[in-house]
């Protein structure tokens, strides 16, 4: 089956009278739309051939519709599909990733403007096909030539050569950049000074005759294009530099418009569409292989058979039948898994099983749990497992008899036969040593050097927890938390205290021996926060004021981790430890580090040794922790360098998080550290864990991407999880999967709860498998995609130049959509670039994982920085890739001030901002308020009690509370939106033209980047030179 697409012509969305353009006079509208073109006027053109049009009028001019390629070439595999995901890149390719020292086209001559260069460089690249999908034309433009007649051909805009009426011309699609002909000098836009030449002549265009390659015309960083029909497009202005000499003016074509980059996919729009399509639906998860709505989109999940995508996403939900189709798309085939995610209030809890002392029913081959996939048998006695398809007898007390369709009598009672995710109570087999387990322990260490007593931070971190231990998190009905609490300060030395509820002061016992750590007290020094309320008061009352007068600025780290294992150890417990720590560990003791940072290094073969954590005491120490359960948050308050990818491996392997406060001042980073802090505390959590994911045969898990510890190839350690952590699963073909029976998977989790009651939960999925390549490019999620290229791009740069990281990226993204262009849409001429429906905003979110600190080789950025997004991206989640990649760009200046929703966000790009607006951009990390030159002054004075724009001075960490309309909106919004993320964002507020704006920039991921990156449109021209590559 064809899929013929959805192509971009510009805005796309109005409604379409008369046929694709035209008013009336030719019967009904085409059920495809015309190509519109870039930049030129919408639609001036002539109506397309009918054949190329699947809609009732093809049968009227008597021609069949085009023949339509369904089959798949079972070898293509000259695009190389690498079998290993990170292979050397090819020698020939150029460079995707330029060097820092060429920002991008840095010409010498005077160059066109940046639209214009692209201008010429687009300007009839139409963008092609999405795949199905209605799609509306533009409005028909008043122009006069939207009248003609049907026959004439295309003006001759956009440097096509006149045809004569009887060859019609089919619809004028984008000619997007050919192979560039040109000198050495040209290198295309993302490949800033690379400049590799095109070995050969130019292909022949369509038309069938040769171009004349034309010697160094056209500007100097960009390459000249093909025309559609043979001759040069409309080339640059003549009078810009780079003009062709004595282009033939039949062909030069009328003096172009601005490009414009509404014609482009939009993020925005796909995500509003989904909203106006699925918003406030019950997404019912009965289907097997069904794409849920956006993570964006607000919907209610009803579990009917398959976990909730809240718990389990998937890059596509029709899996490709066989390993070369596999390998022929290139489309990554994973699953993200948040085992812990949050339900909405609406939505029901897991309900828990409890076959008491027999423990979960499983399969006696695989070991799958009981789950709807079990086929019932031979009247109930048995079952056939969905996975391993072995016969097992029920046990007596399980057995229930079937009804007339062979589903048994009690289905609707039991969860684990028909529900997609629940937990059960696990028996003591699944203990350690075979004994009930002891409720968890939060221990608070804090580092009481020179620099946080100074700062005011150990007083703000013990007033703090006064209040914050009376909401640990506890089990629903509970009347208080079962989690114990202790306390560590520590600078050269640990100082460990006595808190049992009978003493009437607090006692500190001191450890000055770091090298050999131990616990100097059992009784007393993990206690229940009730009972003692009165000494733990009175303990955190007096820490700021005992080290007052400190003058030691020399810390240690790995023995403050080593303490808290240890005391775990003796009280045989999980739990979690909260370290406040502010410098690089340089006291003699085991994990001392020294300064590596090396800005030589970057952009270089050893640039991956900045992200490599010193191993030794710390890769010994990760696997202690997780061996007890020990899951570490490590709160950094740096003011230099500390060795982050260090100091924070053993927080990145044990499901810990690392968070982060550059210059630390109490004034303005005190409450966005305290959001932080609570958030962490009150998280929904589940210790000691063990996850495995289990799949149906003929595919399986290969590969694992979290905050994660693997002792082995299958099972997933992480001392805790929290309802923000995910893991990334790739899964691969080891057999033929069947379109009849499709794929399962099930991922079971072994946990403590926070009571100390030891549980499995069960997700299960049922994904489909085709061996229509067509299929898996319908039912792709773009957003999962991106979460599992973030991730496999992360931890490949640990062993590879960030150059071929790159490279490989940027392949990978034309092979998929390559694939689909040869082997799913309708035929279509070479120059245009066509994307599956799914996958549309796709290159948006490739082209922005790209410019992200750890992949952008710039010595600006500063080290610590870089790893830590590194580590943070790896547990996150789908709709946290997404926000990260992709931030909200919001207006306020002119919103509805009474209605609920907030206004819709805009494009990530400077052309939506306006000199006179206010707009809100947040990607779940960082938080910026944007103010126009020209905001009016009473914008100014509702939200700021200032008189204007000018009056606005340093740092405001929160906006003041002023009772008018326009002052509570913004503060619900922002409020609204640090309540939904995972961490807490710091506002910071910026002024057009000031300095700080230069680092909101950088968030505008549609537009190039200051340490060198594309821009949006750039990249797909690139994208799109890639694509006609592979195909010719």
């Not at 260069?117 to 030539?145: E, F, I, R, W």
Request: net charge neutral.
């Amino acid at each position: 089956m064809s899929q013929q697409g959805y192509v971009a012509a510009p805005p796309y969305s109005q409604a379409q009278p008369g046929m694709g353009g035209y008013q009336g006079g030719f019967g009904t509208g085409p059920a495809q739309p015309l190509y519109g073109h870039y930049g030129g006027p919408p639609q001036a053109f002539a109506a397309p051939p009918t054949a190329m049009m699947k809609s009732p009028v093809s049968s009227a001019a008597g021609m069949p519709p085009p023949p339509v390629s369904t089959q798949y070439n079972p070898n293509i595999q000259q695009n190389g599909a690498h079998p290993q995901r990170y292979p050397a890149p090819p020698a020939a390719s150029a460079a995707y990733g330029q060097p820092p020292q060429s920002p991008y086209n840095t010409m010498a001559s005077p160059a066109p403007p940046p639209t214009q260069q692209l201008t010429n460089q687009m300007s009839a690249m139409n963008l092609g096909n999405y795949a199905p999908g209605p799609m509306q034309s533009p409005p028909p433009p008043s122009s006069s030539v939207a009248q003609q007649p049907f026959q004439t051909s295309p003006p001759p805009a956009m440097g096509q050569p006149q045809m004569p009426p009887g060859m019609q011309s089919p619809p004028a699609t984008m000619p997007m950049a050919g192979p560039p002909m040109g000198g050495p000098q040209m290198a295309g836009p993302p490949m800033a000074g690379m400049g590799r030449p095109f070995p050969g002549p130019p292909p022949p265009g369509p038309g069938g005759f040769q171009q004349p390659s034309l010697g160094g015309a056209g500007p100097p960083g960009y390459p000249q294009q093909a025309g559609q029909f043979g001759g040069q497009m409309a080339g640059p202005q003549p009078g810009m530099p780079g003009a062709f000499p004595g282009a033939a003016a039949g062909l030069a074509g009328p003096p172009q418009k601005k490009l414009d980059p509404d014609s482009i996919p939009s993020t925005t729009q796909v995500i509003e569409d989904d909203k106006a399509k699925q918003g406030g639906q019950v997404f019912n998860t009965n289907i097997r292989g069904q794409v849920p709505p956006l993570v964006t989109t607000d919907f209610t999940v009803q579990d009917q058979g398959n976990a909730s995508p809240r718990f389990i996403r998937c890059t596509s939900y029709t899996l490709p039948c066989t390993t070369d189709l596999a390998k022929q798309c290139q489309v990554p085939l994973a699953s993200i898994i948040k085992p812990f995610a949050s339900l909405p209030k609406n939505e029901t809890p897991l309900y828990v099983v409890n076959h008491g002392e027999t423990g979960p029913i499983r399969c006696n081959r695989c070991k799958a749990y009981m789950c709807p996939y079990m086929q019932f048998i031979d009247g109930g006695r048995r079952y056939q497992c969905g996975f391993c398809n072995c016969v097992n007898e029920v046990p007596v007390f399980y057995f229930q008899h079937l009804d007339h369709m062979g589903r048994r009598v009690d289905f609707y009672e039991r969860p684990e036969l028909s529900l997609g995710s629940y937990e059960f109570v696990a028996t003591m087999d699944y203990c350690k040593n075979n004994k009930p387990p002891n409720p968890p322990a939060y221990i608070f260490m804090i580092d009481v050097s020179y620099n946080n007593i100074k700062s005011g931070l150990v007083k703000l971190i013990c007033d703090e927890l006064k209040t914050l231990l009376e909401n640990l998190p506890r089990e629903e009905g509970a009347e208080s938390s079962a989690i114990k609490v202790g306390f560590v300060t520590y600078n050269k030395v640990l100082h460990f205290y006595n808190v049992k509820s009978a003493l009437a002061q607090p006692q500190m016992m001191v450890v000055s021996d770091t090298a050999e750590m131990f616990v100097p007290l059992l009784d007393g020094f993990l206690v229940n926060y009730q009972e003692s309320k009165a000494v733990i008061s009175n303990l955190l009352d007096q820490i700021p004021d005992m080290f007052a007068d400190t003058n030691e600025s020399e810390t240690v780290f790995a023995p403050v981790i080593q303490a808290g294992v240890e005391a775990f150890k003796a009280a045989e417990c999980s739990g979690k430890l909260f370290i406040f720590h502010s410098s690089m560990p340089t006291a003699e003791a085991p994990g001392k580090l020294k300064n590596r940072d090396d800005k030589k290094l970057v952009n270089t073969e050893k640039e991956k040794t900045l992200f490599q954590p010193q191993k030794a005491v710390y890769e010994q120490l990760s696997k202690e922790c997780v061996a007890q359960g020990c899951c570490v948050d490590l709160f950094l308050f740096p003011s230099q360098y500390v060795d982050l990818a260090t100091m924070a491996d053993v927080p990145s392997h044990t499901g810990g998080s690392v968070y982060k406060y550059n210059n630390f001042q109490v004034e303005t980073d005190g409450e966005h550290f305290l959001r932080d802090l609570r958030k962490d505390v009150q998280k929904n959590i589940g210790f000691d864990t063990i996850m495995r994911v289990r799949t149906s045969t003929g595919f399986r898990a290969t590969d694992f991407f979290g905050a994660i510890h693997m002792n082995n190839t299958t099972d997933i350690e992480m001392a805790a999880v929290d309802c923000d952590k995910a893991v990334t699963v790739e899964l691969k073909h080891d057999d033929t999967l069947s379109e009849e029976t499709g794929a399962l998977m099930q991922c079971a989790l072994l946990y403590t709860t926070i009571n100390g009651q030891r549980r499995l939960r069960i997700h299960n999925l049922s994904l489909n498998c085709s061996s229509q390549l067509s299929e898996l490019y319908k039912s792709c999620e773009t957003d999962s995609l991106i979460n599992f290229f973030a991730k496999s791009a992360y931890r490949a740069i640990l062993n590879q130049p960030l150059k071929n990281v790159r490279e490989i990226l940027v392949n990978q993204t034309a092979h998929m959509l390559a694939c689909y262009r040869k082997n799913c849409a309708s035929p279509s001429a070479a120059s245009q670039l066509i994307l599956p429906d799914a996958m549309k905003v796709f290159p948006v979110y490739m082209n922005s994982l790209m410019k992200t600190a750890p992949l952008v080789g710039s010595t600006e950025l500063s080290t610590d920085d870089r790893a830590h997004q590194r580590l943070s991206v790896m547990a996150m989640g789908v709709e946290d890739t997404q926000l990260l990649l992709y931030p909200r760009l919001i207006p306020l200046h002119n919103m509805d001030v009474s209605s609920e929703a907030p206004p819709a966000p805009l494009r990530c790009s400077e052309e939506r901002l306006t000199d006179a607006g206010m707009f809100l951009l947040e990607n779940g990390h960082s938080m910026f308020l944007w103010l126009g030159q020209a905001s009016p002054p009473d914008l100014i004075q509702s939200i700021f009690n200032l008189p204007s724009l000018a009056h606005l001075q340093g740092h405001m960490p929160a906006l003041p509370e002023l009772d008018n309309p326009l002052s509570k909106k913004v503060r619900s919004i922002i409020s609204g939106l640090l309540e939904k993320r995972p961490n807490s964002m710091k506002l910071q507020i910026v002024r057009q033209k000031d300095k700080p704006e230069m680092l909101f920039r950088q968030f505008l991921v549609e537009d190039k980047s200051l340490h060198g990156g594309a821009s949006y449109m750039d990249f797909l021209c690139y994208v799109h030179r890639e694509i006609r590559q592979l195909l010719t």
